[in-house]
């Protein structure tokens, strides 16, 4: 069956610039029936939609994170992978990759990675 | 922006009891963008409810949703040992994307 996987670093320094990549096993990111997501978790706190990617290249992004989000998606790694620059600790959290369903008449994500701690320190 | 809203913060009861959870929004919502989602400790949320109302593959029949607007309720009927976890809302809106509730916590009495 169909699997994600984070990778990536699990400690990033202030300022600097966090990249995580989702790889899809079992499956095809270039299926055009799935956004690829990005969702965040910080410790003990609720979860955070950051943004999601469609095969074709095109995004949508948490607003009130867009101005440092980048989501891309390389069909031929069968991976996608989030850029979220200038972190501070309020950064810190588990970041899951995530699957919803597209095009479609329910939105929700149907299935999750286990989900990889960053953490942003000096 | 629609915020979601969920009440109670924590719920307490014994294995076998009813739980009902709320989700609220701050503005309507469509049923079809309202889904539920079960998190134990350590592990990624688990789809429950979608389309304010359908199970998802594999859930149990104890699971129910209802609602519409901006009032959601997710039911457990009878609550087994594996059912105490945190439970989260989440909306979909074309402008603003995906939001999660806040959660509510369900342990043992």
């Known amino acids: 069956q169909v699997q994600l996987q984070e990778s990536g670093p699990g400690l990033v320094k202030p300022s600097e610039t966090l990249s995580l990549t989702c790889t899809v096993s079992?499956?095809?990111?270039?299926?055009?029936?799935?956004?690829w997501s990005w969702i965040r978790q910080p410790p003990g706190k609720g979860l955070e939609w950051i943004g999601y990617?469609?095969?074709?290249?095109?995004?949508n992004y948490n607003p009130s994170l867009k101005s440092r989000v980048t989501i891309s998606v390389d069909t031929s790694k069968n991976q996608f992978s989030l850029k979220l620059s200038s972190v501070t600790a309020a950064d810190t959290a588990v970041y899951y990759c995530?699957?919803?369903?597209?095009?479609?008449?329910?939105?929700?994500?149907?299935?999750w990675g286990r989900g990889t701690l960053v953490t942003v320190s000096s | 922006e629609i915020v979601l809203t969920q009440s109670p913060g924590t719920l307490s009861l014994s294995p076998g009891e009813r739980a009902t959870l709320s989700c609220r929004a701050s503005?309507?919502?469509?049923?079809?963008?309202l889904a539920w989602y079960q998190q134990k400790p350590g592990q990624a949320p688990r789809l429950l409810i979608y389309?304010?109302?359908s199970r998802a593959t594999g859930i149990p029949d104890r699971f129910s949703g209802s609602g519409s607007g901006t009032d959601f309720t997710l039911t457990i009927s009878r609550l087994e040992p594996e059912d105490f976890a945190v439970y989260y809302c989440?909306?979909?809106?074309?402008?603003?994307?995906?939001?999660f509730g806040p959660g509510t916590k369900v342990d043992i009495k």
């Open positions: 389309g304010a109302s």
């Open positions: 990617i469609y095969y074709s290249g095109s995004t």
């Open positions: 995530a699957r919803a369903r597209a095009p479609s008449r329910y939105w929700y994500f149907d299935l």
């Open positions: 079992g499956g095809s990111v270039s299926s055009g029936s799935y956004y």
């Open positions: 503005q309507s919502v469509s049923s079809s963008y």
């Open positions: 989440q909306q979909y809106g074309s402008s603003t994307g995906f939001t």
